[in-house]
Protein backbone atom coordinates (compact mmCIF):
# COMPACT_ATOMS: atom_id res chain seq x y z
CA UNK A 1 0.00 0.00 0.00
CA UNK A 2 1.14 3.68 -1.22
CA UNK A 3 0.21 6.64 1.23
CA UNK A 4 -0.79 9.02 -2.40
CA UNK A 5 -2.00 12.12 -0.69
CA UNK A 6 -2.52 14.40 1.86
CA UNK A 7 -4.44 17.75 2.84
CA UNK A 8 -3.05 20.28 4.97
CA UNK A 9 -5.20 22.70 6.21
CA UNK A 10 -3.54 26.09 6.55
CA UNK A 11 -3.95 30.36 7.28
CA UNK A 12 -2.08 31.22 4.10
CA UNK A 13 -2.15 29.26 0.62
CA UNK A 14 -0.19 30.88 -0.94
CA UNK A 15 2.68 31.18 1.19
CA UNK A 16 2.40 28.15 2.32
CA UNK A 17 2.63 26.22 -1.59
CA UNK A 18 5.43 29.08 -2.36
CA UNK A 19 7.67 27.91 0.80
CA UNK A 20 6.88 24.08 -0.03
CA UNK A 21 7.91 24.67 -3.73
CA UNK A 22 10.89 26.50 -2.93
CA UNK A 23 12.61 24.85 -0.56
CA UNK A 24 11.11 21.14 -1.28
CA UNK A 25 10.41 20.92 -4.80
CA UNK A 26 6.50 20.42 -4.60
CA UNK A 27 5.70 21.56 -8.23
CA UNK A 28 1.49 23.11 -8.34
CA UNK A 29 -1.17 22.03 -10.87
CA UNK A 30 -1.66 25.22 -12.71
CA UNK A 31 -5.50 24.71 -12.46
CA UNK A 32 -6.03 24.67 -8.91
CA UNK A 33 -4.80 28.23 -8.49
CA UNK A 34 -7.25 29.42 -11.22
CA UNK A 35 -10.35 27.34 -10.05
CA UNK A 36 -10.06 28.38 -6.58
CA UNK A 37 -7.82 31.62 -5.93
CA UNK A 38 -6.36 31.67 -2.76
CA UNK A 39 -8.22 29.26 -1.06
CA UNK A 40 -6.61 26.09 -2.48
CA UNK A 41 -3.84 24.37 -3.92
CA UNK A 42 -2.54 21.16 -5.30
CA UNK A 43 0.95 20.04 -5.51
CA UNK A 44 3.19 17.60 -6.44
CA UNK A 45 5.86 15.54 -5.19
CA UNK A 46 8.61 13.80 -7.94
CA UNK A 47 7.04 10.53 -6.53
CA UNK A 48 3.23 11.03 -7.56
CA UNK A 49 2.26 12.17 -4.21
CA UNK A 50 -0.89 14.52 -4.13
CA UNK A 51 -0.27 17.07 -1.15
CA UNK A 52 -3.13 19.66 -1.57
CA UNK A 53 -3.59 22.66 0.87
CA UNK A 54 -6.66 24.29 1.95
CA UNK A 55 -7.69 27.69 3.59
CA UNK A 56 -8.65 27.63 7.23
CA UNK A 57 -9.52 31.25 9.35
CA UNK A 58 -7.31 29.42 12.10
CA UNK A 59 -5.06 26.19 12.12
CA UNK A 60 -3.96 24.83 15.34
CA UNK A 61 -2.25 21.39 14.67
CA UNK A 62 -1.25 19.07 17.99
CA UNK A 63 2.47 20.41 18.91
CA UNK A 64 4.25 17.48 18.10
CA UNK A 65 2.75 17.74 14.53
CA UNK A 66 5.13 17.92 11.38
CA UNK A 67 5.72 16.85 7.81
CA UNK A 68 8.81 15.32 7.20
CA UNK A 69 11.09 15.55 3.93
CA UNK A 70 14.40 13.99 4.05
CA UNK A 71 17.22 14.06 2.28
CA UNK A 72 19.99 12.47 0.63
CA UNK A 73 22.58 13.13 2.54
CA UNK A 74 23.43 15.65 5.60
CA UNK A 75 25.32 18.16 3.78
CA UNK A 76 22.06 18.38 1.75
CA UNK A 77 19.66 19.07 5.49
CA UNK A 78 22.89 22.11 6.00
CA UNK A 79 22.42 23.91 2.77
CA UNK A 80 18.62 23.89 3.59
CA UNK A 81 18.85 24.90 6.94
CA UNK A 82 21.15 28.05 5.66
CA UNK A 83 18.74 29.19 2.52
CA UNK A 84 16.02 29.08 5.21
CA UNK A 85 18.31 31.13 7.69
CA UNK A 86 19.28 33.56 4.99
CA UNK A 87 15.68 33.90 3.71
CA UNK A 88 14.71 35.46 7.66
CA UNK A 89 12.94 31.68 9.16
CA UNK A 90 14.02 31.40 12.21
CA UNK A 91 15.93 27.52 12.31
CA UNK A 92 18.04 26.44 14.66
CA UNK A 93 20.94 24.10 13.37
CA UNK A 94 20.41 20.65 12.69
CA UNK A 95 21.05 18.12 15.70
CA UNK A 96 21.53 14.85 15.47
CA UNK A 97 18.68 12.96 16.82
CA UNK A 98 17.07 10.38 15.04
CA UNK A 99 19.27 11.69 12.32
CA UNK A 100 20.93 14.45 11.25
CA UNK A 101 17.83 16.95 11.33
CA UNK A 102 15.93 20.47 12.08
CA UNK A 103 12.48 21.88 12.15
CA UNK A 104 10.93 24.54 11.04
CA UNK A 105 7.67 26.87 11.35
CA UNK A 106 6.32 26.89 7.77
CA UNK A 107 3.99 29.84 6.43
CA UNK A 108 0.78 28.56 6.84
CA UNK A 109 0.85 27.40 10.61
CA UNK A 110 2.26 23.66 10.34
CA UNK A 111 6.08 22.30 11.02
CA UNK A 112 8.85 20.42 8.73
CA UNK A 113 11.17 18.65 9.54
CA UNK A 114 14.30 18.37 7.39
CA UNK A 115 16.35 15.08 8.07
CA UNK A 116 18.67 13.02 6.75
Same mark, same amino acid.
Given at each position: ?????????? !??????????????????????????????????????? /??????????????????????????????????????????????????? !??? /??????? !??????
Amino acid at each position: MKLNHVNLTV !TDVPAAAGFLEKYFGLKKLDTSEDARGDNFRVLFDDNGL /VFTLMKGAEVQYPKTFHIGFIQESEEKVNEINQRLKEDGYKVAPPVRSHGW !TFY /VKAPGGF !TVEVLA
